[in-house]
């Protein structure tokens, strides 16, 4: 599988302009940058592509996201629980199809990816490699 420390290339911004992005602007890049590092790992063993986009719509919605934010909430800074704060503030769109709860904590996620992406792409990899994703989805 993809190493998680290269799978992106990386964007150094200047602190100034860090700061004018908004929590959910994070969250845009960061979905992108969610959803790119899942399809990577689930590209081998070769297989056909609906098998793919099940897998990684199963681990893309935001009821994975939420399980996965669980999973490392222990292991993040303060700085990071912030981030992810302002990122659970930032989901005003409610989605119907989930519980408002679930939805602010797949935008938390998805925003602390956003700013990893931008600002520390080690630390990026370092979470991401922590993510427990299920090699038995449906192929």
């Known amino acids: 599988m993809a190493s998680p420390a290269n799978f992106l290339p990386t964007i150094t911004l200047p602190t100034a302009q860090l700061q004018t992005i908004s ?43 939420a399980h996965h934010l669980r999973s490392l909430e222990s292991l993040l800074t303060g700085e990071e629980l912030e981030i992810l704060r302002r990122g659970r503030n930032a989901a005003s769109s409610r989605s119907k199809r989930v519980n408002p709860e679930i939805y602010q904590q797949a935008t938390s996620l998805e925003a602390l990816m956003g700013y990893l992406y931008l600002t520390n792409p080690q630390r990026l990899a370092y979470l991401l490699a922590q993510l427990k994703l299920d090699p038995t989805l449906e192929e």
Do not use: T
């Open 23 to 65: 929590p959910g602007a994070l969250a845009y890049l960061g979905d992108a940058v969610y959803e790119l590092y899942i399809r990577s790992q689930y590209l081998l063993p070769p297989k056909r592509l609906q098998s793919y986009h099940q897998q990684v719509v199963a681990q893309v919605r935001a009821e994975s996201q």
